[in-house]
């Protein structure tokens, strides 16, 4: 494990995770974000109730019980703090997610809206329209 937090999230339950997000891809990493975990599980609603325990938020402010009725089929981020959890059941998702993070890191994207267009590429398929400035 690289850090305490990704030791506290596979003691809650999950088959892997890798800290992700700007603080992983960008050199040097700034400092004043949050840290983001990549989290594969092999359930979510079992996974989100455990973190919720824990005191971790659907981010949004949406009440876990609201989520649970109305899941996501690829992802759910929940918050603690500058902690967030990229929470997936979809080896698939996870596996691009960390090619994507592979490929900023590789290119040091420091703009977010690189990142951005990247991950939605990689993603979802989506293509990029706007052109960086």
């Given at each position: 494990?690289?850090?305490?937090?990704?030791?506290?999230?596979?003691?809650?339950?999950?088959i892997?995770?890798?800290?992700?997000?700007?603080?992983?891809?960008?050199?040097?990493?700034?400092?004043?974000?949050?840290?983001?975990i990549?989290v594969?599980?092999?359930?979510?609603?079992?996974?989100?109730?455990?973190?919720?325990?824990?005191r971790?938020?659907?981010?949004?402010?949406?009440?876990?019980e609201?989520?649970?009725?109305?899941?996501?089929t690829?992802?759910?981020?929940?918050?603690r703090?500058?902690?967030?959890?990229?929470?997936?059941?979809?080896?698939?998702?996870?596996?691009?997610?960390?090619?994507?993070?592979?490929?900023?890191?590789?290119?040091?994207?420091m703009?977010?809206?690189?990142?951005?267009?990247?991950?939605?590429?990689?993603?979802?398929?989506?293509?990029?329209?706007?052109?960086?400035?």
């Open positions: 494990m690289s850090n305490d937090h990704e030791a506290q999230v596979m003691a809650m339950g999950a892997k995770c890798a800290s992700v997000g700007s603080r992983v891809t960008c050199n040097p990493p700034p400092t004043d974000t949050d840290q983001d990549l594969l599980v092999d359930r979510l609603e079992p996974f989100i109730m455990t973190a919720y325990q824990a971790f938020d659907v981010a949004g402010s949406v009440p876990v609201q989520w649970l009725t109305t899941p996501t690829l992802f759910a981020s929940l918050t703090g500058e902690l967030n959890l990229i929470c997936t059941e979809t080896p698939d998702f996870y596996n691009r997610f960390m090619a994507a993070s592979s490929v900023a890191k590789r290119l040091n994207l703009q977010k809206a690189d990142r951005i267009a990247l991950f939605q590429a990689v993603l979802y398929g989506a293509a990029c329209d706007e052109v960086p400035t």
